[in-house]
């Protein structure tokens, strides 16, 4: 017969923590996508991915808290978090043109185009810019706002990951 010893209320709470800053994230990315107009760049898109995942791993941890340990779940939604930081502080370097893109936002062409390709892109509309700034709150962007909250979750996620790992 083992002990298990019952999940702590920390344990039990942080996974819905995470599936709501996961989800409340990609909510607020849609409204001013769709409510407001504001075009994302692909950096812009590519830093959703982090929320969606932080959304699954919370879920995860609701539903399914036998794959993993709560301490161990917890300290991969902080490697999430970083990764996600990253990422908004490159966007960042190139809003601020300290750096140049290396996805191609702005539809740089990289390679040869047959002249049925280039009439196309020419008919179609071309992907919004990486480095210009549609929108700030303070002279603050979106992207260097979720450095700074991706940075803070990051380093509360660690703390709780800790915190688990010492109380099991």
Excluded at 35 to 40: D, Q, S, T, V, Y
Excluded at 75 to 89: K, M, Q
């Amino acid at each position: 017969m083992s002990f298990e010893p019952a999940p702590t209320a920390l344990q039990r709470a942080f996974p819905a923590f995470l599936a709501i800053v996961g989800i409340g994230a990609l909510v607020t990315a849609y409204t001013a996508e769709y409510a407001f107009g504001l075009e994302p760049c692909v950096l812009c898109l590519l830093q959703r991915i982090p929320y969606a995942l932080i959304a699954l791993i919370g879920w995860v941890g609701l539903k399914r808290p036998h794959w993993m340990s709560a301490g161990n779940l917890t300290a991969v939604a902080g490697f999430v978090f970083l990764a996600g930081a990253g990422l908004a502080v490159y966007h960042v370097g190139v809003e601020q043109h300290w750096w140049q893109s290396a996805t191609g936002c702005g539809g740089e062409v990289g390679k040869a185009v047959s002249a049925t390709d280039l009439t196309a892109m020419l008919q179609s509309k071309p992907p919004k810019a990486c480095d210009e700034v549609d929108w700030t709150l303070f002279g603050v962007s979106m992207a260097s706002y979720n450095a700074f909250f991706s940075f803070v979750l990051a380093g509360i996620t660690f703390n709780v990951a800790k915190r688990i790992w010492v109380t099991s």
